[in-house]
């Protein structure tokens, strides 16, 4: 039996593609400068019984794996090249979902599945086996089970947020946690320099005050996220107004502009 000396497994690991290899090639086959993501995904719509968005099961169950798991097949899918669909053997899925770095192959493969299976328990995705390969297929973000299809941003339910590829490509998503990932969520959803009060995270949102604000803390630490002191008028307070913090992304964060086509030739 041919035995690997340790100068080849050197050179094996050194040629090996990262999670976040991965994660740059599914981003840039699918040709996207930003992701598009209904605003709904995060919180519904005024209006109903409830402003809870399917983000809230992710942060109540602690599925940090889950969450970064759907936000990458809403990149890899929402093109619409192949369907609204892609396909990748089960070892991409779960280099993509970084669970190779401390499990079997067999065990990070099995992994991958499981949390694919508990989006299409969410009624985010609709996935299937053959084999080892596997094929996702989004459905709508607000968890209502019906077919996907882009937002345009024409009417209220079609109103989307948008993450930069920048996010994926430059590190930025492995450095956050699940109440980190959760605000930035939650900030991208909002216009430059809104108010996030963690007074109002359970009514809003479906989650504690305490997660609330360690987010925007983790945010801020990170440099994701800008905040600023913004002073409103109360006649009837003590001071006469009242202090709150407003909050946008910061630059590398902010959706990219798209590239203006070059002129034709004779202008």
Not at 121 to 126: M, T
Not at 200 to 227: C, F, M, N, P, Q
């Amino acid at each position: 039996m041919k035995t690997t000396t340790p100068a080849e497994r050197d050179m094996q690991q050194e040629a090996t593609a990262t999670g976040r290899d991965t994660r740059t090639a599914v981003l840039t086959r699918s040709v996207r400068a930003n992701v598009p993501l209904r605003k709904t995904f995060v919180q519904a719509n005024a209006g109903g019984d409830s402003r809870h968005g399917p983000l809230k099961d992710f942060v109540t169950g602690r599925d940090l794996r889950g969450l970064k798991a759907y936000l990458l097949i809403v990149a890899a899918c929402s093109n619409g090249d192949n369907g609204w669909s892609t396909t990748h053997d089960s070892a991409v899925w779960a280099r993509l979902m970084d669970i190779h770095e401390n499990a079997t192959d067999q065990s990070a493969r099995t992994g991958a599945w499981r949390a694919l299976l508990r989006l299409r328990e969410r009624k985010l995705i609709d996935c299937c086996r053959s084999g080892t390969m596997i094929t996702v297929t989004l459905m709508r973000e607000d968890g209502s089970g019906r077919p996907y299809d882009r937002p345009d941003g024409k009417t209220e339910a079609n109103r989307y947020l948008q993450i930069p590829a920048a996010f994926w490509t430059t590190g930025r998503d492995e450095s956050l946690d699940l109440s980190g990932l959760a605000l930035f969520l939650v900030v991208a959803r909002e216009k430059n320099w809104s108010a996030f009060p963690s007074e109002k995270a359970r009514e809003w949102y479906g989650w504690s005050a305490d997660t609330h604000d360690r987010g925007l803390k983790k945010l801020i630490a990170l440099g994701l996220v800008e905040r600023r002191e913004h002073y409103i008028k109360a006649p009837l307070a003590p001071l006469g107004f009242t202090k709150t913090h407003q909050y946008k992304r910061t630059a590398i964060m902010q959706p990219r502009r798209p590239r203006k086509k070059a002129a034709s030739a004779g202008r």
